[in-house]
């Protein structure tokens, strides 16, 4: 039986790249599709992970004119923005099980849009406190997709975040050492004294149908 993961091909042995390409700013902004106030609040933690460890920021749009757009899939799937990234997404899931997420690379195409998508036939915690055991942790998937859209390939560390497999216990969500060397090395060290901003774990137990394999 194959463990939860990313969609995203894994890192080959001969590859030592940590990274495929970059975007040329550091300011990006970010859009989640038809997210209600919880998935929004989950969403902006993960962006929080990447940003409080570099000299990345984010803003979300409130519109789908952003660099990163977020939104629910399930199996043979349309992009979000069908005029950029064209309308069928080149990937699909496969229901319960396996593939839980993926996400595309930045390129140097005019007007590009990284998109991640969420597979919607998986049982997911979405809030950012610790998810029961037989959930997926929507903020550890999103960190990890995210990662991706930032450039960031799978890492073979399993402490990493980028690690392609999905952890059983997959809370506290934080970033190890491999991954802020490897966001700093694309975006530069954050150059600001301001705290990172903590957002408040809900205590409730909503949890939303969705997938199994981080992409």
């Known amino acids: 039986m194959s463990k939860p993961r990313c969609g995203f091909r894994d890192i080959l042995?001969?590859?030592?790249?940590?990274?495929?390409?970059?975007?040329?700013?550091?300011?990006?902004?970010?859009?989640?599709?038809?997210?209600?106030?919880t998935e929004l609040n989950t969403a902006r933690a993960a962006f929080d992970l990447w940003s409080q460890h570099s000299a990345l920021t984010f803003e979300r749009s409130e519109?789908?004119?952003a660099d990163i757009i977020i939104s629910w899939r399930r199996l043979r799937?349309?992009?979000?923005?069908?005029?950029?990234?064209?309308?069928?997404?080149?990937?699909?899931?496969?229901?319960?099980?396996?593939?839980l997420a993926h996400a595309s690379f930045p390129t140097d195409q005019a007007g590009f849009v990284s998109e991640v998508h969420v597979d919607g036939d998986?049982?997911?915690?979405?809030y950012v406190n610790k998810h029961p055991a037989d959930r997926f942790s929507l903020h550890y998937t999103l960190t990890h997709e995210i990662?991706?859209?930032l450039g960031l390939m799978h890492n073979r560390r399993k402490t990493s975040v980028m690690f392609a497999i999905q952890p059983d216990q997959q809370y506290p969500v934080k970033l190890d050492q491999n991954d802020?060397?490897?966001i700093q090395r694309l975006y530069g060290e954050k150059s600001t004294n301001e705290p990172p901003r903590r957002t408040p774990?809900?205590?409730?137990?909503?949890?939303?149908?969705?997938?199994?394999n981080l992409k």
């Open 13 to 37: 042995k001969h590859e030592t790249k940590a990274s495929l390409s970059k975007w040329p700013k550091t300011h990006l902004t970010w859009h989640f599709h038809l997210a209600d106030e």
């Open 147 to 149: 990662g991706h859209s």
């Open 63 to 65: 519109s789908p004119n």
């Open 201 to 212: 774990a809900h205590s409730g137990a909503k949890s939303r149908k969705a997938g199994q």
């Open 122 to 126: 998986e049982p997911w915690h979405i």
């Open 180 to 182: 802020i060397a490897d």
């Open 77 to 99: 799937h349309y992009n979000t923005n069908t005029k950029v990234n064209g309308a069928i997404c080149s990937d699909k899931f496969d229901g319960p099980g396996n593939v």
